[in-house]
């Protein structure tokens, strides 16, 4: 079979793309609109496309020609919150509204699996730290807005059209692979780094953690970001059932 990489071309996408093509057990096929990825990013062992999830003509067009193409890992968003707060039409244009042109696309070509790549701006201002998957999500800026609606969109085709899905929330990543192949190029720099909680064990899954600690400092490893995407992927295909849950909240 083979997975579908929306937004590989970008800073967490492309080590996604990385990892499941170094892992070597499926297919990898990469859609990028370039509009913030990197061509050069991308393994080159990776199918490539350049596109815009939202023409639905197009996506049709790609999973036609892989339909060995079950599941979709989905990083494709506008991710500035203060771009959102000044330009909140264009966050939800394409963040919120390209996921409904997406999930229309899957359920016509029968792609029941994905995993999407969302955000702890979802909390807003947490109630509690550290925050807990049952957290009330109460977003202040419109990016975690339009990542909040992503979700309930997505809970809601799961209940009508048996797509499954998971989001994964977590922020701040920062870092490089660690031969140095790949790693971050933004305009303007948005990482920085942050005291985090370690991911629970729930429901007898684990995945490796997401950050390392060192002199009582945490950083989120972006190499390990999908490990964890995968991790979670494996899990919910071998299972058939996706938690409308967070596995991990960081």
């Known amino acids: 079979m083979a997975i579908l ?32 990825g990197h061509r050069a990013a991308v393994h080159p062992d990776a199918i490539f496309y350049q596109g815009d999830l939202s023409d639905q003509d197009f996506m049709r067009k790609v999973f036609k020609e892989n339909p060995d193409v079950d599941a979709v890992i989905h990083f494709a968003a506008y991710s500035l919150v203060g771009e959102s ?32 790549s ?16 049952t957290t009330p999500q109460n977003p202040i800026n419109p990016y975690g807005e339009s990542k909040l609606m992503m979700e309930t969109i997505m809970k ?20 490089a692979k660690p031969d140095g192949s790949i790693g971050g190029d933004h305009g303007p720099e948005t990482v920085s780094y942050t005291q985090l909680p370690a991911p629970a064990k729930r429901e007898g899954f684990v995945c490796r953690p997401l950050f390392s ?8 490893k972006v190499h390990e970001t999908g490990r964890n995407h995968a991790c979670r992927l494996q899990h919910d295909k071998k299972t058939k059932a996706i938690s409308s849950h967070i596995k991990l909240n960081v």
């Open 213 to 220: 600690k060192k002199k009582n400092k945490t950083k989120i």
């Open 156 to 175: 809601w085709s799961d209940q009508a059209y048996g797509i499954k899905y998971v989001p994964l929330r977590y922020f701040n990543v920062a870092g």
């Open 5 to 36: 990489v929306l937004g590989g071309a970008g800073y967490i996408g492309s080590h996604m793309v990385d990892r499941l093509v170094e892992k070597g057990q499926e297919k990898v096929v990469v859609v990028d609109s370039l509009v913030t």
């Open 118 to 133: 969302s955000t702890a701006a979802t909390y807003g201002i947490p109630e509690e730290i550290p925050i807990l998957e």
């Open 85 to 116: 707060m000044e330009k909140p039409l264009k966050y939800f244009d394409n963040n919120t509204a390209g996921m409904v042109k997406l999930l229309e696309v899957m359920n016509e070509c029968g792609v029941k699996y994905i995993v999407f």
